[in-house]
DNA sequence: TTTGTTTGTGAAAATGATTTCATACAAAGA
DNA sequence: TCTTTGTATGAAATCATTTTCACAAACAAA
């Protein structure tokens, strides 16, 4: 079923056709032998045909590092639930946490393949940068702040000052943290330096060699405490980058006899079905990944309707979870 | 830059830079100068015009129920790495387990928006069998078994009953079940059944009021635990139907002060991070998740390229992971 | 020499919509 | 009365490609 065949059914001229579902000039009495021949034959206009001519794919590309992750799923769930109130169908691309990947799918999608780009980012590099300024299609990067450019990020700087400042209050001196690269600056950096500033303002000094850095894995958390344990066997606390990693360093400690929340403090991040689980339950901080994805859409979606508008940098909150109380 | 601007930089016809791109007769004098414009231009063809005059979008939809779910972020996994490698993209649909926006979705994919559909099913509703049947596009359902209909899924039930017959084994005769519902033949059904037959082919009644049926969430297990523990305050050994409902049952049994391990053995399915990592780590069955998404894809695109091929249903086995040995 | 096959070519049709344009009528405003 | 404005219409152009078609040339087989 084409336009003009149902043109020709109502007795109408295609571009009637065209009016009727584009809210056109349009008769009452057209409108409503359209209607009812549309109806009658379930006539959809094709998708393909209308992107060719108008240039909207309504379509939304999606970078993610990695799917199966507990906080990339809450950010894409808050995505698809603003993409699709709106028309909007998204099409996702896993980087598998390879940059080169991140830069192909970035050209991929700024061949009109779909109309914005929301990306999920862990590491900036200069390249990605780059291309992020000149990409013909918007783009709203999403945890990670870059200034100048849309992006809705969190707090994790002062989530982790919290949280520092919490084991502190406890009455912990003994102070670890296992985090991950510096690279990436949301995860990596501004966390660790959440960690280190906490300490600096209780007037502690950051133990040598008491901070490491490894990957996102329970394996990682679990390496790198064995590593830490060596060196400081009398640590009473361990801040952690993430959930995954706290557990790997909490096997480890228990392994070593540990009693966690009570030798040892653990806090990981991200309030994850497994934070809850294990045992003891992790202290952790909440991010607000769902609200994220959303606000992510909304502003993509805008930058779609609007053309340019003034960048937008969003920073949410944080909330924490405290299991040691 | 399009086609016959390049065909005219070239100069030759429109028609001769198509060839070019599609392997068509070009003599090698022309395939050169053609070869070198482009290069120098940067050109690529417009995928929406390819697909309007072609039919073919290059795009595969897949339809997942929810996303925050280790099992499908390994699926999704295993199909975005064999769709890659094809040139084919990814259109994700989450249906939040909500069986009208399944239909929904498949109505929107059958509108020509894809090439070929991939359903990680749960429940298997009528209007769902029929909408497959019916069509366009080639589907392939993920996780389930319908027959007739080309499909990759798990061995539920001789998964659970090996896990059942372990369970017996190690001398447990008061045994309880946690499942879902039976309106998802392959985790609800298939896996109750291999529970009963398991017990049933040692000889063992199964208990009335012994299996308790809840919802995929960890909060689910602990409220079915709970109900359970009331009727069977001598319970030895709980068999699940996922990871997340045993770690619930966990949280129930550990309050009313039970040893996991030795007053009651808990196992779980999926093989997830979370099975690994609570304590005791759950005795689990590992499914080929990737896999089922890497042979979906395969399978998808072979009924693509091939038009219709014989209906193959494809069983893949599992492995258990015991963790009381 | 004729016939058939393979290779090569560009003009033009086709894909299925939206949008521009030219045109027309009626109502409102000056 | 004359001009403007809003509503309404369909023919035709447009979007960027692939595909069909008609036609040639080259070469082999009969």
Do not use: W
């Not at 809210?23 to 549309?38: C, F, L, P, Q």
């Not at 998708?47 to 970078?63: E, P, S, W």
């Not at 850095?213 to 679990?222: D, L």
Request: glycine share 8%.
């Amino acid at each position: 079923m084409t336009i003009s065949e149902i043109a020709k059914l109502a007795g109408v001229s295609s571009a009637a056709v065209s009016r009727y579902f584009n809210n056109g000039y349009i008769s009452e009495e057209k409108r409503e032998a359209i209607r009812k021949v549309v109806e009658d034959t379930g006539y959809r206009p094709s998708l393909q045909a209308q992107t060719l001519r108008t240039k909207r794919t309504k379509m939304i590309g999606v970078i993610v590092p990695k799917i199966d992750s507990s906080s990339v799923g809450r950010v894409v769930a808050g995505i698809t639930s603003v993409l699709e109130k709106n028309g909007y169908r998204l099409l996702l691309a896993v980087s598998e946490q390879n940059s080169q990947k991140e830069l192909e799918y970035f050209t991929v999608f700024d061949d009109k393949q779909v109309d914005g780009v929301i990306l999920l980012a862990t590491v900036l590099s200069v390249a990605l940068k780059k291309k992020i300024k000149q990409l013909s299609v918007p783009v709203v990067l999403t945890g990670q702040h870059l200034s100048g450019c849309n992006c809705v990020y969190h707090d994790d700087y002062h989530a982790v000052y919290d949280v520092t400042e919490l084991v502190l209050s406890k009455g912990r001196r003994n102070i670890c943290y296992i985090g991950v690269t510096n690279h990436d600056r949301a995860v990596g950096a501004e966390r660790l330096r959440g960690f280190q500033d906490a300490l600096a303002a209780a007037g502690m000094p950051v133990l040598e060699g008491s901070t490491e850095t490894g990957g996102f894995t329970v394996a990682s958390g679990y390496e790198k405490m064995k590593e830490l344990y060596k060196k400081y066997p009398d640590v009473d606390a361990v801040i952690c980058a993430t959930d995954k990693i706290a557990v790997g360093a909490m096997q480890y400690l228990k392994q070593q006899g540990k009693k966690i929340g009570e030798d040892v403090l653990l806090t990981g991040q991200g309030d994850s079905v497994l934070a809850a689980n294990v045992s003891p339950a992790l202290t952790t901080i909440h991010y607000y990944y769902e609200e994220s994805g959303r606000k992510s859409a909304q502003m993509i979606l805008e930058l779609i309707a609007k053309g340019t508008i003034a960048v937008r940098e969003i920073k949410l909150g944080y909330e924490l979870v405290d299991t040691y109380q």
